[in-house]
C-alpha cells in the first residue's frame, strides 16, 4: 500500500493563518499602501508642474508628516493641483488591471487610493490653502467639481474593497495568507521607509 500524497498548500488555501501572521500582512499593506498613495498623489503635482516648465521648490515625503508638493507662483496651479488626487486615483486603477502576480493587494491599494483621494478632496470644505481642496477652490474650481470627484472615487474604492478581508486571513472564508506576499509586501514598506527616511534629509 502506498502512502497517501502530500497535500501542496495554493498561495491562498482555505487553511487559517496563523493570527499574528495576518495582522502583521494587515497591518504592513495598509501602511504600504499609505506611503504609496502619497508618493502616486505627489508624482501627479511634480509631473504637472514639469510639463509646464514650473519650479519645483520642494517634496515632502516622510513617514511622520503628510506629504505636499511647494511650487513657485504660476498660473497653472489650477491644473497642477487637480492632477494629483487625478493621478492618485487612477494610476493605481490602471496598475491593478494589468495581468500583475499578487493582484489582491493591487486591487486593495487601488480601493486605497480611490477612497483617501476622494475623502481628500470631497471632504474637505476649505476655501484656502494649504490643502489640494482649499487651493482648488481659491484659484476657481467650484465646491460641487470637488464633490462630484468624491461621490465617483470613493465608491468605486469601496466596491474594490469589497471581499478583499479573506485575502488578508479575515471573515469566514478567509484564505491562507501566502508567505511570499508577506515578505514581499514587507521588503516593499522597508525600502520605502528607508529611502523616504534618507531622502528627506538632504
Known amino acids: 500500500m502506498r502512502p497517501p ?12 493563518s496563523p493570527i499574528p501572521v495576518k495582522y502583521w500582512h494587515a497591518v504592513t499593506a495598509v501602511l504600504l499602501a499609505w506611503l504609496l498613495f502619497q508618493a502616486v498623489h505627489e508624482a ?10 514650473v519650479e519645483v521648490e520642494r517634496v515632502v515625503l516622510h513617514p511622520l508628516t503628510i506629504s505636499r508638493t511647494d511650487v513657485v507662483p504660476n498660473s497653472h496651479t489650477l491644473a497642477i493641483t487637480w492632477v494629483g488626487p487625478l493621478t ?16 489582491y493587494f493591487f486591487r486593495f491599494f487601488a480601493g486605497f487610493c480611490l477612497i483617501a483621494n476622494g475623502v481628500y478632496i ?17 484659484h476657481g474650481a467650484a465646491r460641487w467639481q470637488l464633490l462630484l470627484f468624491g461621490l465617483l472615487t470613493v ?7 469589497h471581499g478583499q478581508a479573506k485575502y488578508f486571513g479575515f471573515g469566514p472564508d478567509a484564505l491562507q495568507i501566502s508567505r511570499r506576499g508577506v515578505c514581499f509586501i514587507t ?3 522597508a ?8 531622502l528627506s534629509q538632504q
Open 5 to 16: 500524497l502530500p497535500i501542496v498548500l495554493s498561495s491562498h488555501s482555505h487553511v487559517p
Open 44 to 53: 501627479g503635482h511634480v509631473l504637472t508642474a514639469w510639463l509646464y516648465g
Open 191 to 198: 525600502i520605502l521607509l528607508l529611502a523616504e527616511c534618507c
Open 122 to 138: 470631497g471632504a474637505d470644505f476649505s476655501t484656502l490653502g494649504p490643502t489640494d481642496a482649499g487651493v482648488l477652490i481659491e
Open 155 to 161: 465608491p468605486l474604492g469601496l466596491y474594490l474593497w
Open 88 to 103: 492618485g486615483a487612477l494610476l493605481p486603477l490602471a496598475i491593478y488591471l494589468l495581468p500583475l502576480p499578487g493582484r
Open 187 to 189: 521588503l516593499a514598506l
